[in-house]
């Protein structure tokens, strides 16, 4: 300490710069028990072309049946257009050809599960099974091999050895909404 300073002014600092790590430790504290209670999550099982995905359900509103889509103009292939859920536009991604590369053929026997955030979207599945619950930390990177690892958080086993692939419902959609 040098002479020009107040003795009394760095000892209040001092106590100012230890209140504010006690806060930081708390915030801390708290991210890490928050993050510990999110690593359960609720996923749906949906089925697209008699393949088993899981989605995170988050942010689904609801799973309706199938209505015609309007024709979006210039939008990519697995755009099956939009429908209007209440006063909600919902752009409908065609499941199969975004995830297998071939178009899905429109059918009352579809369904959508309808997704809510700053766009809604609707994904467009065959079936849709159980709701579950599985752990974040069982998420495993998905293989390259996968031909859609690139629209998957990760994959998990269920009870039966089969692994499931847990799909990112950001990144489904990305290319239409950035």
């Known amino acids: 300490m040098t002479e020009s300073q107040d003795p ?3 000892f209040e600092r001092v106590r100012e710069l230890e209140a504010e790590i006690a806060s930081l430790v708390r915030g801390l504290d708290r991210e890490t028990a928050i993050r ?3 690593a ?4 749906l099982e949906v089925e697209v072309d008699e393949s ?8 689904a509103r609801e799973v309706v049946s199938m209505a015609w889509p309007e024709v979006v103009v210039g939008a990519p ?5 939009t429908v209007s859920f209440g006063s909600q536009p919902a752009t409908l991604i065609d499941m199969a050809e975004r995830l297998h590369g071939h178009a899905t053929k429109l059918s009352s026997e579809l369904l959508m599960v309808i997704l809510e955030g700053a766009r809604w979207l609707g994904l467009v ?6 709701l579950r619950e599985i752990n974040a930390n069982d998420l495993t990177t998905p293989g390259s091999e996968l031909p859609c690892a690139e629209f998957l958080l990760g994959t998990v ?22």
């Open 8 to 10: 009394v002014a760095v």
């Open 36 to 38: 510990e209670e999110d």
């Open 40 to 43: 359960e999550f609720t996923v």
């Open 52 to 59: 088993t995905y899981l989605i995170p359900i988050d942010q």
């Open 77 to 81: 292939s697995w755009v099956m257009g």
């Open 125 to 130: 599945v065959t079936d849709v099974g159980n």
């Open 157 to 178: 086993c269920d009870d039966e050895g089969r692994t499931l692939p847990v799909l990112s419902t950001r990144r489904l959609g990305h290319d239409i909404h950035g």
